[in-house]
Each structure stands twice: as structure tokens, then as C-alpha cells.
């Protein structure tokens, strides 16, 4: 790990997958050093010219590519096999219900629990970039000035006041 909190080991080979049925029809392929829309291929061409390639655009992958990217010495890539959210059904929170079920969703099952009377409950995970946030409900809200005020008392540590973590929403937010 680099001083700069980057991890720095390189990709060194990188063979093709196999192809196979459940290979995903295209990939969102999304060059971190420049802010674009993502662009869709069959392939990645020149895999091998990129320090890192972040597989999967869910928010954790998203906020680790984009740290990345702060670093003008690293190339990366970040790719994510279920395209981009473009799609209104993944823009407006209304329509999140139409995602559970659809080719947004890697429709995952859970074991089933003996303690859910043998139940197997599905995992609802994005197949998108941003993830399971990009095709479930997400409401993004600072939390309150006193709750923060009281945490930073009852810690007695001064940097979880409300005024010190708003330079922190801030950044989140733009």
C-alpha cells in the first residue's frame, strides 16, 4: 500500500474468459481518468494497458475506482457487466419495483433458513452501475445537526460535530 492509501499491484497477465452461454452480452466500460458516459463492447480491447481493472461499478467499487483515478500516475478501468442506468426504470424512484426480476438484477437466492420455516429469500443485487442502489430505493440524507453534536459529546472527539462533517456531505454531495 502506497502512502497515498492506493494499493499498488500491477496486473501483470490477463488471459481472455471463457466464453461460455452465461457470458453477459456487453460490458460498460468506463475509463476512470476521464469523466464519460460509459461505452458498451463486445470485448475490452487493450486490457493489458491499464495498472487496474475494477470489476463490477456497485457504489464500493465506484468510490474505490474513483480514488483511483485522484492518482495521475495510475491507469485503471472499471467495468461492470450489466451496462449503464441510463434507463428510467432506474432513474426515477418510482419505477424501482419493474428492476426486481428483470436483467438489472443478478437474482440471487439465499439458502433456505430453517428459522424462516424453510424459506429462501432473494437477494436483490444490481446488475448495473451503482449496484443493488441503482435498482433498489435510495434516499440519501444528511443526519441531523444535533444528532451529530450528540455523538461527537458522548465520543468526546470534536470531528464528529456536525460543522466538522460538513465539508465531508459537501464533497459526498457534488
Given at each position: 500500500?502506497?502512502?497515498?492509501?492506493?494499493?499498488?499491484?500491477?496486473?501483470?497477465?490477463?488471459?481472455?474468459?471463457?466464453?461460455?452461454?452465461?457470458?453477459?452480452?456487453?460490458?460498460?466500460?468506463?475509463?476512470?481518468?476521464?469523466?464519460?458516459?460509459?461505452?458498451?463492447?463486445?470485448?475490452?480491447?487493450?486490457?493489458?494497458?491499464?495498472?487496474?481493472?475494477?470489476?463490477?461499478?456497485?457504489?464500493?467499487?465506484?468510490?474505490?475506482?474513483?480514488?483511483?483515478?485522484?492518482?495521475?500516475?495510475?491507469?485503471?478501468?472499471?467495468?461492470?457487466?450489466?451496462?449503464?442506468?441510463?434507463?428510467?426504470?432506474?432513474?426515477?424512484?418510482?419505477?424501482?419495483?419493474?428492476?426486481?426480476?428483470?436483467?438489472?438484477?443478478?437474482?440471487?437466492?439465499?439458502?433456505?433458513?430453517?428459522?424462516?420455516?424453510r424459506r429462501a429469500?432473494p437477494l436483490n443485487?444490481g446488475k448495473v452501475?451503482?449496484?443493488?442502489?441503482?435498482?433498489?430505493?435510495?434516499?440519501?440524507?444528511?443526519?441531523?445537526?444535533?444528532?451529530?453534536?450528540?455523538?461527537?459529546?458522548?465520543?468526546?472527539?470534536?470531528?464528529?460535530?456536525?460543522?466538522?462533517?460538513?465539508?465531508?456531505?459537501?464533497?459526498?454531495?457534488?
Open positions: 500500500m502506497g502512502r497515498d492509501g492506493i494499493c499498488r499491484r500491477r496486473v501483470r497477465h490477463l488471459s481472455p474468459a471463457p466464453r461460455s452461454p452465461r457470458r453477459p452480452e456487453f460490458l460498460a466500460a468506463i475509463p476512470i481518468s476521464s469523466p464519460t458516459v460509459p461505452t458498451y463492447a463486445t470485448d475490452l480491447q487493450h486490457p493489458g494497458r491499464h495498472d487496474f481493472i475494477v470489476c463490477g461499478a456497485g457504489l464500493a467499487c465506484c468510490a474505490f475506482a474513483g480514488r483511483l483515478a485522484k492518482s495521475p500516475a495510475v491507469r485503471a478501468l472499471l467495468i461492470e457487466p450489466g451496462g449503464g442506468t441510463e434507463l428510467k426504470e432506474s432513474l426515477e424512484p418510482t419505477q424501482w419495483p419493474s428492476n426486481l426480476g428483470s436483467d438489472r438484477n443478478w437474482a440471487f437466492v439465499a439458502k433456505p433458513n430453517p428459522h424462516l420455516h429469500i443485487m452501475v451503482g449496484g443493488g442502489s441503482s435498482i433498489k430505493v435510495m434516499v440519501w440524507a444528511r443526519g441531523h445537526q444535533s444528532d451529530w453534536d450528540h455523538f461527537a459529546e458522548e465520543a468526546g472527539d470534536e470531528a464528529w460535530r456536525y460543522r466538522a462533517l460538513l465539508d465531508i456531505y459537501r464533497r459526498i454531495e457534488d
